[in-house]
């Protein structure tokens, strides 16, 4: 058994790092994959007691592995313009440590042992090793039908629950560290490591987050029915962080729905057009009868659209989506007092750094500060496109459309948080007259109510 080193001459080489009691095999054909498809260099080391028998792991520690590794990557890096690094479990563990230590372009992990299931995670299970040095893995029959060709030891080695054990602690110091971008592959049924962790190893990286759990019960998803999938997600991960894509990936348009907003709006647009990190401004003029396209057209930067007749407030958001490219979409109300280009930043980068799929900023006011469930259905909020693509159309009706949007990104990907902030709303009574205010108001809190009552039936389907 030796290291596979696949060549393209190619200037980006992805760095990957296999398994304790593993081999460079674990990560299937992933090499040959990368290789093929993105025409780039790949390695596998290697590691120190592999590729022989599980006796030679005897006496290995931590510190042989970091000291093997940290040597070939430094070569690398010199030789390389762009370095990936990659792991799956232990190798996991490797990858994201010394992209911590070295600056490479990005890192993915698969299945990463960050925090152990029953019984791995009792305290004081490693005195046993004084006992019983190696253990039968527990790997699924159809594992092992898909390993039958490659190399690996049989056996846990008592001592990988010592090694693991200390990699996480070098990791709860190094994970704010990572700059890269990261992505996170985590098997939800894994025998070994708890897909949960991915809550805490989000919160502790602040650069930019892609997750992907799989509905799997292999601790190795690259010896599962979803290695295909596995592969595609990895590719394009590397697609989305490469130089030529990450402009484009994190382009950010802000979107104003607006229906008879004329003394209201520009209030909002000075701060939306002095915010450096938004590349776009569009307001969609909802049927207003008032003068708020004129208000709007003194902004020579800010796009406008307009409807012939009132829509609602979802088919106008959905206008802006449809009239830019970007990836990121910031929806903001027209008519808010208090709003700061700070805040607009502070509810955008949780999704630029791809910590959440959507991100919230709730109001300062009386109704948002007392039921936080009216508060999740601000309008201020940052999304990825690729979350709203995912909304069935029947949330897309007027009010209904918050209530459908944290439905969705509750279940999907990343999820997403919210943050209080010091702006808030005009009401609607003081805009619009109590009498007709109040009417607008209860018309909104039935619709909102009608989409809480299809987010039950969407379960039931589902």
């Given at each position: 058994?030796?290291?596979?080193?696949?060549?393209?001459?190619?200037?980006?080489?992805?760095?990957?790092?296999?398994?304790?009691?593993?081999?460079?095999?674990?990560?299937?054909?992933?090499?040959?994959?990368?290789?093929?498809?993105?025409?780039?260099?790949?390695?596998?080391?290697?590691?120190?007691?592999?590729?022989?028998?599980?006796?030679?792991?005897?006496?290995?520690k931590l510190k042989d592995f970091t000291n093997q590794i940290e040597p070939e990557l430094k070569a690398d890096l010199e030789k390389y313009e762009q370095i990936i690094l990659g792991g799956v479990s232990f190798g996991a563990q490797m990858a994201m440590y010394f992209a911590s230590k070295f600056p490479v372009d990005g890192v993915f992990n698969v299945c990463l042992p960050y925090k152990l299931k029953f019984p791995f995670n009792l305290?004081?299970?490693?005195?046993?090793?004084?006992?019983?040095?190696?253990?039968?893995?527990?790997?699924?029959?159809?594992?092992?039908?898909?390993?039958?060709?490659?190399?690996y030891y049989k056996q846990m080695h008592a001592n990988g629950l010592k090694i693991v054990k200390k990699a996480n602690k070098l990791l709860k110091t190094e994970l704010p560290k990572i700059n890269c971008p990261v992505l996170t592959i985590y098997s939800k049924n894994d025998p070994i490591?708890?897909?949960?962790?991915?809550?805490?190893?989000?919160?502790?990286?602040?650069?930019p987050h892609y997750i992907k759990?799989?509905?799997?019960?292999?601790?190795?998803?690259?010896?599962?029915?979803?290695?295909?999938?596995?592969?595609?997600?990895?590719?394009?991960?590397?697609?989305?962080?490469?130089?030529?894509?990450?402009?484009?990936?994190n382009k950010i348009a802000a979107i104003i729905p607006a229906y008879n907003?004329?003394?209201?709006?520009?209030?909002?647009?000075d701060i939306l057009t002095e915010t450096d990190i938004l590349n776009e401004v569009i307001v969609i003029d909802d049927g207003s009868t008032d003068n708020t396209s004129e208000v709007v057209s003194r902004f020579k930067e800010v796009k406008l659209l307009k409807n012939n007749s009132n829509q609602g407030k979802a088919q106008s958001m959905q206008q802006g989506v449809e009239n830019t490219d970007a990836e990121i979409l910031f929806f903001c109300d027209a008519d808010l007092k208090g709003l700061t280009p700070e805040i607009v930043e502070q509810i955008v980068q949780p999704v630029v750094k791809r910590k959440y799929d959507m991100f919230i900023g709730v109001r300062n006011n009386v109704m948002q500060k007392a039921v936080t469930l009216f508060a999740l259905n601000s309008g201020e909020r940052a999304l990825r496109r690729e979350l709203w693509n995912k909304l069935p159309e029947h949330f897309k009706y007027r009010y209904r459309i918050e209530a459908g949007l944290n439905?969705?990104?509750?279940?999907?990907?990343?999820?997403?948080?919210?943050?209080?902030?010091?702006?808030?709303?005009?009401?609607?009574?003081?805009?619009?007259?109590?009498?007709?205010?109040?009417?607008?108001?209860?018309?909104?809190?039935?619709?909102?109510a009608y989409a809480y009552l299809l987010t039950v039936f969407q379960r039931l389907k589902d």
């Amino acid at each position: 058994m030796q290291t596979i080193n696949l060549k393209s001459n190619s200037k980006t080489l992805f760095f990957l790092i296999h398994g304790y009691t593993g081999s460079p095999n674990d990560f299937n054909g992933l090499p040959e994959y990368l290789s093929k498809n993105l025409a780039v260099d790949v390695k596998v080391m290697l590691l120190k007691g592999h590729g022989t028998q599980v006796q030679d792991l005897d006496n290995i520690k931590l510190k042989d592995f970091t000291n093997q590794i940290e040597p070939e990557l430094k070569a690398d890096l010199e030789k390389y313009e762009q370095i990936i690094l990659g792991g799956v479990s232990f190798g996991a563990q490797m990858a994201m440590y010394f992209a911590s230590k070295f600056p490479v372009d990005g890192v993915f992990n698969v299945c990463l042992p960050y925090k152990l299931k029953f019984p791995f995670n009792l305290p004081g299970l490693s005195i046993l090793s004084f006992f019983k040095k190696y253990w039968e893995k527990p790997i699924s029959n159809q594992e092992k039908e898909i390993r039958k060709q490659t190399f690996y030891y049989k056996q846990m080695h008592a001592n990988g629950l010592k090694i693991v054990k200390k990699a996480n602690k070098l990791l709860k110091t190094e994970l704010p560290k990572i700059n890269c971008p990261v992505l996170t592959i985590y098997s939800k049924n894994d025998p070994i490591g708890n897909y949960k962790a991915i809550g805490y190893i989000s919160r502790k990286i602040e650069a930019p987050h892609y997750i992907k759990i799989v509905d799997n019960k292999n601790h190795n998803l690259f010896f599962s029915n979803k290695s295909s999938e596995i592969y595609e997600n990895i590719r394009d991960f590397y697609k989305s962080i490469s130089r030529e894509t990450k402009k484009e990936e994190n382009k950010i348009a802000a979107i104003i729905p607006a229906y008879n907003e004329g003394q209201n709006i520009s209030r909002v647009l000075d701060i939306l057009t002095e915010t450096d990190i938004l590349n776009e401004v569009i307001v969609i003029d909802d049927g207003s009868t008032d003068n708020t396209s004129e208000v709007v057209s003194r902004f020579k930067e800010v796009k406008l659209l307009k409807n012939n007749s009132n829509q609602g407030k979802a088919q106008s958001m959905q206008q802006g989506v449809e009239n830019t490219d970007a990836e990121i979409l910031f929806f903001c109300d027209a008519d808010l007092k208090g709003l700061t280009p700070e805040i607009v930043e502070q509810i955008v980068q949780p999704v630029v750094k791809r910590k959440y799929d959507m991100f919230i900023g709730v109001r300062n006011n009386v109704m948002q500060k007392a039921v936080t469930l009216f508060a999740l259905n601000s309008g201020e909020r940052a999304l990825r496109r690729e979350l709203w693509n995912k909304l069935p159309e029947h949330f897309k009706y007027r009010y209904r459309i918050e209530a459908g949007l944290n439905f969705i990104a509750k279940r999907q990907g990343n999820g997403y948080s919210w943050q209080k902030f010091e702006y808030y709303q005009t009401l609607k009574e003081k805009k619009y007259g109590f009498l007709k205010g109040t009417l607008l108001r209860w018309w909104m809190n039935i619709d909102v109510a009608y989409a809480y009552l299809l987010t039950v039936f969407q379960r039931l389907k589902d």
